[in-house]
Every structure is written in C-alpha cells, then in structure tokens.
C-alpha cells in the first residue's frame, strides 16, 4: 500500500504537466491574492505553479527534506491566495470577468450563479487543506526517514 507521502507527491507529479495542458484549451486571466491579471503573466505563474509541482512531487518521492517543505509552502501559498480570493468584496464581478474571457461557448451568459464558483472555491480550498494536513501529519515521520541533503554536509 501507498503512504498517503507517496500519494500525494504521485499527485502533484500527474497533475503539473495536465495543468500545462490546460493552456491549449483556455486561456484565463490569473486570479491572484484578489486580483486578476491579463496575458502572459497567468501562463508564465501556471508554467512556475507546475515546475513546482513536479519539483516538490519528486522531492517527496525522494524523501528530500527540500521537496517536503517546498510542497508545504506551495500549500500554504495556495490556502493563502484562496483564502484572499475568496474574501475579497469585489469576488462577484472578478468571477464574472474571468467568464467573460472564457472561450468555453455560453460561458458568459451566467447561468450558474456566481456563488455557485464561490462553492467549488471553496471546495478547492478544502483540497489544498487536505494536502496540507496529510503532510504536516506525516512530518516527523517524513523527516526520521528522509534522504540528507549532501550540500549540508561539511
């Protein structure tokens, strides 16, 4: 059986290039820590959100101390980023004008009420959480068995 380490790191490894592959079918604006941001900022933070990703993916795989606190803070950026996202007053119209750039056909017309993205925000928010407590619960456990690091070594 996997450790729930493993899982996670298997996880991150799968998901960082399907993310990248999210830009040859849609190309939204970047929503970050409230603010929306136009052109190729939102590719280069998806690029940078993925090498991360897979870097720390790998770490963990490798039981490297660096890959553990890599993805820990990468969680913790998520958490933060939502979490602003979400309280921000103005989330309404920012959902609505990421709709409006969507090149998914009737995506503008707002059938789905924007609190309804507000929920699945909310539950993306959970994963991340869930990632997170995975790992800081498995933390003393990960560090008794990981790799050291060589470039610590005198």
């Known amino acids: 059986m996997q450790s729930p380490r493993a899982i ?3 996880f991150l490894i799968v998901s960082a290039p399907l993310s990248i592959g999210v830009l040859y079918f849609q190309h939204f604006p970047l929503l970050l820590l409230g603010h929306i941001y136009h052109g ?3 590719v280069v933070f998806l690029f940078a959100s993925a ?7 790998i770490g963990l795989l490798q039981l490297k101390p660096w890959g553990f606190w890599l993805i820990v803070s990468w969680q913790v950026f998520g958490l933060l980023n939502g ?3 979400l309280l921000s007053p103005n989330y309404d119209s920012l959902m609505k004008e990421m709709l409006a750039t969507s090149p998914f056909p009737h995506s503008q017309d707002y059938s789905v009420p924007v609190q309804s993205y507000r929920t699945f925000a909310f539950l993306g928010l959970g994963f991340v959480a869930i ?3 995975i ?8 560090l008794a068995v990981s790799s050291p690091d ?4 005198s």
């Open 51 to 57: 090498a991360i990703c897979l870097a720390g993916g």
């Open 150 to 153: 060589p470039a610590n070594h």
């Open 135 to 142: 790992l800081l619960s498995y933390h003393s456990r990960f």
């Open 83 to 85: 979490t602003v996202s």
């Open 8 to 10: 996670v790191a298997w």
């Open 40 to 42: 190729p900022s939102g």
């Open 131 to 133: 990632v997170l407590i």
